[in-house]
């Protein structure tokens, strides 16, 4: 029986390379480079399926230029920003994507972003780091404490969720805007706002948990900003375009935000270099779901939306 033919276009885990090679006609980009838009179209002619990453862009453009062979694109991620949905599927290409498995380690780094900015750790790791650390005082580098904060979350999907429930660890009065309310068993306690107007005026602490699109984009500009808490701290560990940086850097110079932790930026790789000039923004490359646990759980769950596809059932994930 011949193998579907599948193109991995970044170097996964090596349990996820394992089982594809295993159970398909694998060709892996071993130099772990995001696939250009040319190597993308040439590979539907090639390929009967591909897992992407974030890093691979399904453009109306690119896809306009696919050839028929390519039936699917299973996504190594769960944000689909990168896809443009609407040209795939009327090409005929099947996408999903790997929701649930990335969660936890994404809210755990969403946790580690919120602490890092509230306690100074770039200005303190610096200090010492450069040996400039010799003295101290009651008054030196005072953070703002999270534990029985009032936290604001955007975005109350499976890892907004998940952030809420670690919260609740440290006593924080937990409030959250989404499309619509939730269950009050998948709330954990927290409390419904129906504008992201009426929840930036609690929220000493807001976390980023929203997908990047077109009505999200630059969700927090200079006019959110203000509605926000004298001293609050923002998190961002979902989509860098949900932010104006320039916004963003206007109210932290201000003193009106008092930090924030980043784990993405609208320029990526890279990010923005005028943050470096900032000690009170903590920032990590993109790093949300980086756990061996997480990479291989993404890279299984791909594989289980292709399997799904060429035993001919429809993708778990299908979106």
Same mark, same amino acid.
């Given at each position: 029986?011949?193998?579907?033919?599948?193109?991995?276009?970044?170097?996964?885990?090596?349990?996820?390379?394992?089982?594809?090679?295993?159970? %398909?006609?694998?060709?892996?980009?071993?130099?772990?480079?995001?696939?250009?838009?040319?190597?993308?179209?040439?590979?539907?002619?090639?390929?009967?399926?591909?897992?992407?990453?974030?890093?691979?862009?399904?453009?109306?453009?690119?896809?306009?230029?696919?050839?028929?062979?390519?039936?699917?694109?299973?996504?190594?991620?769960?944000?689909?920003?990168?896809?443009?949905?609407?040209?795939?599927?009327?090409?005929?290409?099947?996408?999903?994507?790997?929701?649930?498995?990335?969660?936890?380690?994404?809210?755990?780094?969403?946790?580690?972003?919120?602490? #890092?900015?509230?306690?100074?750790?770039?200005?303190?790791?610096?200090?010492?780091?450069?040996?400039?650390?010799?003295?101290?005082?009651?008054?030196?580098?005072?953070?703002?404490?999270?534990?029985?904060?009032?936290?604001?979350?955007? #975005?109350?999907?499976?890892?907004?969720?998940?952030?809420?429930?670690?919260?609740?660890?440290?006593?924080?009065?937990?409030?959250? %805007?989404?499309?619509?309310? *939730?269950?009050?068993?998948?709330?954990?306690?927290?409390?419904?706002?129906?504008?992201?107007?009426? *929840?930036?005026?609690?929220?000493?602490?807001?976390?980023?948990?929203?997908?990047?699109?077109?009505?999200?984009?630059? *969700?927090?500009?200079?006019?959110?900003?203000?509605?926000?808490?004298?001293?609050?701290?923002?998190?961002?560990?979902?989509?860098?375009?949900?932010?104006?940086?320039?916004?963003?850097?206007?109210?932290?110079?201000?003193?009106?935000?008092?930090?924030?932790?980043?784990?993405?930026?609208?320029?990526?790789?890279?990010?923005?270099?005028?943050?470096? #000039?900032?000690?009170?923004?903590?920032?990590?490359?993109?790093?949300?779901?980086?756990?061996?646990?997480?990479?291989?759980?993404?890279?299984?769950?791909?594989?289980?939306?292709?399997?799904?596809?060429?035993?001919?059932?429809?993708? %778990?994930?299908?979106?």
């Amino acid at each position: 029986m011949i193998k579907p033919r599948i193109w991995i276009t970044r170097r996964l885990s090596d349990a996820t390379l394992e089982r594809a090679q295993r159970d %398909y006609d694998v060709v892996i980009n071993y130099e772990d480079t995001p696939g250009a838009a040319d190597q993308i179209i040439a590979a539907s002619a090639e390929f009967d399926g591909i897992i992407p990453c974030h890093s691979e862009h399904f453009t109306a453009e690119v896809v306009a230029q696919f050839s028929d062979r390519l039936k699917i694109v299973a996504n190594h991620s769960v944000g689909i920003d990168h896809c443009d949905l609407q040209a795939l599927k009327a090409r005929g290409i099947f996408v999903t994507n790997t929701p649930d498995v990335l969660s936890d380690a994404t809210a755990e780094l969403a946790m580690l972003l919120m602490l #890092g900015a509230a306690r100074h750790a770039v200005a303190g790791d610096r200090i010492v780091r450069s040996g400039a650390w010799d003295s101290w005082s009651p008054a030196f580098m005072v953070g703002k404490q999270v534990t029985g904060a009032r936290l604001g979350i955007i #975005g109350m999907g499976r890892v907004g969720r998940a952030f809420a429930a670690k919260a609740r660890g440290f006593d924080m009065e937990v409030h959250y %805007y989404n499309r619509s309310a *939730l269950p009050e068993d998948q709330a954990y306690g927290s409390t419904y706002h129906d504008s992201v107007e009426s *929840l930036l005026g609690v929220a000493d602490f807001l976390s980023l948990h929203c997908p990047a699109t077109a009505e999200t984009t630059n *969700l927090m500009n200079a006019e959110r900003f203000a509605l926000l808490p004298q001293g609050a701290v923002i998190v961002n560990s979902a989509r860098g375009a949900l932010i104006d940086e320039t916004a963003l850097m206007a109210t932290l110079s201000a003193g009106h935000v008092a930090a924030a932790g980043l784990d993405c930026f609208q320029n990526e790789p890279g990010g923005n270099p005028a943050f470096s #000039g900032y000690d009170n923004i903590f920032m990590l490359p993109h790093i949300g779901s980086a756990t061996k646990q997480t990479r291989d759980a993404m890279g299984f769950r791909a594989l289980d939306n292709l399997d799904a596809f060429f035993a001919g059932q429809t993708p %778990y994930d299908t979106l």
